[in-house]
């Protein structure tokens, strides 16, 4: 059995994913520990208050990163590793993709600026939603999509392990005080497109890929293939980032702090499991062309790896959180220990999610169903966030199990479509 592990790991296959998987370990470890310095940090220097409008800012202005990522963060990826090989397709791909994401955040733009200085909920902090927005920017220049479909992801790793160092750096030296929670959004807007604009250098120098002008007809075909994973995208944040902006509308910025602690550190832990598949992603992609029998099985033992592990995290997580909390952010976020253990469960489920959805469904085209399921998602959080504000007193308990009851269904649906395709038997 060694044997033969040990053997696939030294196939050319083999050798790439454990390649890729070893530089997206990095990023993720970069991902997991970093925040663990600044995000206690900023809540202990800022206090509940600031945090919570920053985080509240933070929800507003992912719908914008949304639309600029539209579907092209997985489209894309799909499309470069199946012409990675042609350069003049793929000059084609990333010129159209580019210009349509730039076409995007000049859009997200237009209609910040609506929003803002039409609402005084806005218009009162106008300067931090603007900073913010920064990130919209550098999320259109930076195309990991292109890195991750030519399986290079080295490239992302060192780019985003630079800046994130620079950006924790940069808080510990520039917010000092309450007052300087204004610089937050500043540093990691810059941070974003610092690496924006470092990319596209690299993809020019090492590549040798241009952005060319292309016909509206090329940008549109991107626009279609990306159509589905944008709606569910859509729907992905109607019980996302909307949870922190409807608490944000009815509560105060103080109630946001305590729910966006919580939720975080349960985004931490499960983000734990995204550098494994989104090593196998481009793998799974180019195996399930092959006879049926060895993506199945390959996705059996990936199911069945990641339910134990998953559960084994859970189960320590859970016994750590009371102790955890206070040591780390103090006695002032002790209201956000409930609220963690509400979404607990969410470390089993969103590792199986984002297998059923971004590995399985979109591997197999199927991104239809994985826009279905999302947009029954999306509708199912509102509905439940809608008949928990009439039932519960405390919206911020309400938001979370809403969050944690809409996950369990649309994981449990996909699971049902997949076993019934014959994709995973």
């Known amino acids: 059995m060694i044997q033969k592990i040990k053997s696939k790991f030294q196939s ?11 530089y997206l370990s990095i990023l993720q470890g970069m991902n997991l520990i ?23 800012a933070q929800a507003f202005i992912v719908y914008f990163t949304m639309i600029v990522d539209y579907g092209f ?17 793929l000059i084609k791909i990333f010129s159209s993709i580019m210009i349509a994401r730039f076409i995007l955040a000049l859009v997200g733009l237009i209609f910040l600026t609506i929003i803002v200085f039409s609402f005084e909920k806005f218009s009162q902090n106008w300067e931090l939603y603007y900073l913010t927005f920064g990130i919209v920017i550098g999320t259109a220049l930076f195309p990991t999509w292109f890195f991750q479909g030519m399986e290079k992801m080295k490239y ?90 409807i608490l944000g509308i009815f509560t105060t910025d103080t109630i946001v702090g305590y729910y966006a602690i919580a939720e975080k550190v349960v985004r931490i832990i499960t983000s734990l499991f ?38 084994v995290v859970f189960f320590i997580s859970i016994s750590l959180g009371e102790f955890s909390f206070l040591l780390v952010f103090g006695e002032e976020a002790k209201n956000s220990i409930n609220i963690f253990y509400i979404l607990s469960p969410l ?32 509708i199912t959080n509102l509905s439940m966030i809608f008949i928990l504000f009439q039932f519960l007193e405390k919206k911020i308990e309400a ?27």
């Open 12 to 22: 050319e296959d083999g050798k790439k994913i454990s390649t890729n998987f070893m």
């Open 34 to 56: 970093l925040p663990l310095i600044t995000f206690p940090y900023l809540v202990r220097v800022l206090g509940i208050e600031n945090f919570g409008l920053l985080m509240f």
């Open 73 to 89: 963060n997985l489209s894309g990826i799909r499309e470069v590793s199946s012409n990675r090989n042609n350069k003049s397709k």
């Open 156 to 245: 992302i790793t060192v780019l985003t392990v630079i800046a994130k160092l620079i950006f924790t750096l940069s808080i510990f030296l520039f917010v000092t005080t309450e007052k300087d929670f204004i610089y937050v959004p500043l540093i990691n807007s810059l941070g974003f497109i610092f690496v924006g604009f470092i990319s596209l250098f690299i993809i020019f120098k090492d590549f040798n890929i241009r952005i060319k002008f292309q016909k509206w007809k090329r940008i549109k075909i991107q626009f279609i293939r990306g159509w589905y994973i944008f709606i569910s995208k859509i729907s992905i944040n109607l019980y996302g980032a909307t949870n922190t902006f």
């Open 274 to 311: 995204a550098p494994f598949y989104q090593t196998i992603y481009p793998h799974v992609v180019s195996i399930v062309k092959k006879p049926k029998n060895e993506a199945n099985n390959f996705l059996k033992k990936v199911f069945k790896y990641s339910l134990g592990i998953s559960t």
């Open 347 to 378: 470390i089993i489920i969103l590792p199986m999610a984002y297998l059923f959805f971004n590995v399985i469904l979109l591997s197999y085209k199927l991104d239809k169903y994985f826009s279905k399921l999302y947009v029954i998602g999306g």
């Open 399 to 425: 938001v979370s199990l809403s969050l944690l009851i809409t996950e369990l269904i649309i994981t449990l649906l996909a699971y049902i479509l997949i076993k019934n395709k014959g994709l995973m038997d």
